[in-house]
């Protein structure tokens, strides 16, 4: 059974900062890992999907990375804002079975000014 | 463009009462489709997912069922609430292999 596992849990950091976020998970079979992000009481707004075959991607100040072989991804958030702050999530689909995706428990971003 | 709207937004419901939560999904046609829980402290928690009209797969047993009587119509129901059964409840769509899942706004459902 596929496990997303999100370190840390929780993250504060001042404005301007450039940062990463973790998320590991323990079956390298997978379709893809994908990012979100979650605002209080919003749900999720999917960032970026990174396909098996694919190291990484970007969008604007997020570029997220694949290692398949190690089972890790990682977010990078260039130069943060406040208005970065908010929980990010990672799910990874897993191959073989149903692709439906399994989502870490995600990290808390503070940005502050 | 697609949009997916979930409604109500929040719901307060005292125990043993009934439940319909509905979604619906705009601008795609055989989406599939997706009911999660969300309970602070335990991640999202799969509930229901749906490929297509009348077909429904659970993941967890429970005192909750799911139907899509359209092809971007997905409901989430209940007959008798349960305390247990409070939580922030999200759709979500995707078209499948390797497509991103898009969110709806989400249901707080809070159980008195």
């Known amino acids: 059974k596929q496990e997303v596992t999100q370190i840390p849990a929780a993250l504060s950091v001042p404005e301007g900062e450039n940062l990463v976020l973790n998320c590991s998970f323990t079956?390298?079979?997978?379709?893809?890992l994908q990012w979100f992000r979650q605002d209080p009481g919003k749900g999720l707004t999917s960032l970026l999907l990174i396909q098996s075959s694919q190291r990484e991607q970007t969008s604007g100040r997020l570029n997220a990375s694949l290692d398949k072989s190690s089972g890790r991804s990682t977010l990078y958030i260039a130069a943060s804002q406040p208005g970065d702050s908010a929980t990010y999530l990672c799910a990874v689909s897993a191959s073989g079975g149903s692709y439906i995706p399994t989502f870490g428990r995600g990290t808390s971003l503070i940005v502050h000014p | 463009s697609q949009t997916i709207h979930q409604w109500p937004a929040t719901l307060v419901q005292p125990v043993g009462s009934p439940l319909s939560l509905e979604c619906t999904v705009e601008g795609t046609s055989n989406p599939n489709l997706y009911w999660y829980r969300q309970a602070a402290g335990r991640g999202l928690q799969l509930l229901f997912y749906?490929?297509?009209?009348?077909?429904i797969s659970s993941e967890v047993p429970q005192n909750l069922s799911a139907s899509r009587p359209q092809d971007r119509q997905f409901i989430l129901s209940s007959k008798k609430l349960l305390l247990s059964d409070s939580g922030f409840y999200l759709c979500a769509w995707d078209r499948g292999y390797n497509q991103p899942q898009h969110f709806g706004d989400g249901t707080r459902l809070s159980i008195l």
């Open positions: 749906s490929v297509g009209i009348g077909q």
């Open positions: 079956d390298s079979a997978i379709y893809n």
